[in-house]
T-cell receptor, first 115, second 115 residues
Framework: DGGITQSPKYLFRKEGQNVTLSCEQN?????MYWYRQDPGQGLRLIYY???????QKGDIAEGYSVSREKKESFPLTVTSAQKNPTAFYLC??????????????FGPGTRLTVL | AQTVTQSQPEMSVQEAETVTLSCTYD???????LFWYKQPPSRQMILVIR??????QNATENRFSVNFQKAAKSFSLKISDSQLGDAAMYFC????????????FGQGTRLTINP
């Protein structure tokens, strides 16, 4: 079945540690995205990528880093510089085709808790 | 920058009744796209309906329909014949026509269905 997988589902981190959240898609989508969701707020864009080896900062990129070495993979690293990393993280992907509108498909999310 | 506002943090409706969720947005663009996403307790984001701004006709998907008022920058979601499975967080989202296909989300409305 085609889809987006995120791992792990739950992640615990000690303060001062970097952690990497995995996102993989087998939908052959060009674009991938990382969002953060906090209680009482909507999703906010962290980073996005439209092509391999290229990515752009979203609205809240500080304290995060990404890579896009393969089309199907877009891992997110939460660094120790992120002041309040406890949140729910959602990865998404979408095709890119000028002239057409495509929805973003979302993974099941990773819940990160800083201890 | 574009913003999306959902002024109803919580709504409730009796099963089989109709409910309308509100969404307003702010943009200087003339061409764009609007979406309603549903997030059930599983936290999986699911597309409910989409609307292209250049289309005057309101989008419909079975029991779900929108009231798109471009001049007023309003995009409400109507759910008819509400079912228990409709209980979820609902997010309104905006996407520019040109450039990166990133989404701007509202804060969400929690919908409860009363049996």
């Amino acid at each position: 079945d085609g889809g987006i997988t995120q791992s792990p589902k739950y992640l615990f981190r000690k303060e001062g540690q970097n952690v990497t959240l995995s996102c993989e898609q087998n939908l052959n989508h060009d674009a991938m995205y990382w969002y953060r969701q906090d209680p009482g707020q909507g999703l906010r864009l962290i980073y996005y990528s439209q092509i391999v080896n290229d990515f752009q900062k979203g609205d809240i990129a500080e304290g995060y880093s990404v890579s896009r070495e393969k089309k199907e993979s877009f891992p997110l690293t939460v660094t120790s510089a992120q002041k309040n990393p406890t949140a729910f993280y959602l990865c998404a992907s979408s095709p890119l085709d000028s002239g057409r509108v495509y929805e973003q498909f979302f993974g099941p999310g990773t819940r990160l808790t800083v201890l | 920058a574009q913003t999306v506002t959902q002024s109803q943090p919580e709504m409730s409706v009796q099963e089989a009744e109709t409910v309308t969720l509100s969404c307003t947005y702010d943009t200087s663009e003339s061409d764009y796209y609007l979406f309603w996403y549903k997030q059930p307790p599983s936290r999986q984001m699911i597309l409910v309906i989409r609307q292209e701004a250049y289309k005057q006709q309101n989008a419909t998907e079975n029991r779900f329909s929108v009231n798109f008022q471009k001049a007023a920058k309003s995009f409400s979601l109507k759910i008819s014949d509400s079912q228990l499975g409709d209980a979820a967080m609902y997010f309104c989202a905006y996407r520019r026509d040109q450039g990166a296909q990133k989404l701007v989300f509202g804060q969400g409305t929690r919908l409860t269905i009363n049996p």
